[in-house]
């Protein structure tokens, strides 16, 4: 199986945009829009759930799929968005996850922060 970067899927949005002449519409106010948008169609897919629900429709194919559709629309506009403000996506989750282990070290959660651990299968 090949690898493929993010890099690579910046490029391939961006040629996809190119082809259709599309740049004039990527502004870094409308794709932020449609990242919004995007992200409450795949919230739709969960709503009025409970935890434990949501985890068990994803789970399900037809769920899945739908999931996989609507998150895929947002990783497009964000990479998109990123294209239109010249941003390096990977560099950008990278730097963003460094200042995140900094603020948030592993173990320092408070613990009525913490979820309680799965139920084994003898439960």
């Known amino acids: 199986m090949d690898i493929i970067t993010v890099a690579d899927l910046q490029a391939a949005v961006a040629c996809f945009v190119d082809e259709r002449d599309w740049q004039v519409y990527h502004t870094p106010k409308s794709l932020s829009m449609s990242i919004a948008i995007e992200a409450a169609e795949l919230m739709e897919h969960f709503q009025w759930q409970g935890n434990d629900a949501s985890r ?3 789970r399900e194919a037809d769920v899945n799929a739908a999931v996989a559709g609507e998150l895929a629309d947002v990783l497009i506009y964000c990479l998109a968005l990123a294209n239109a403000a010249g941003i390096d ?3 950008a989750v ?8 900094e603020r948030f070290p ?11 651990p799965p139920a084994s299968v003898a439960d």
């Open 56 to 58: 068990q429709a994803a």
């Open 106 to 116: 592993p173990g320092q959660l408070p613990s009525r922060h913490r979820l309680p």
């Open 94 to 101: 990278l730097a963003k996850l460094a200042i995140n282990q």
């Open 89 to 91: 996506a990977a560099q």
